[in-house]
């Protein structure tokens, strides 16, 4: 996906989804991608959640499990989102 529709997905998703999709406490204030390899190798532009900050950071300190309790949701934000 190029740069400026993977900007306008994201916008879509912090739009659609003004509080964080894991604790759904706090504004969401980036986009947190579920699968990102090492330097942005296997970068899956497709698989994001909207996130705070705090939330983005447990992701990336926990990879794996975020991986696997995550990876659902992003498939469907970009079910509902990827056409923008």
């Known amino acids: 996906m190029a740069r400026s529709e993977n900007r306008a997905y994201q916008l879509r998703l912090l739009e659609a989804y003004p509080l964080c999709q894991i604790c759904e406490k706090q504004q969401s204030i980036e986009c947190h991608h579920v699968r990102y390899g090492r330097f942005g190798a296997d970068k899956d532009d497709s698989k994001q959640i909207a996130v705070c900050r705090e939330c983005h ?6 990879k794996h499990e975020s991986i696997e309790k995550y990876e659902e949701v992003a498939d469907e934000n970009w079910q509902r989102f990827g056409d923008c």
């Open 57 to 62: 950071q447990w992701c990336h300190a926990h």
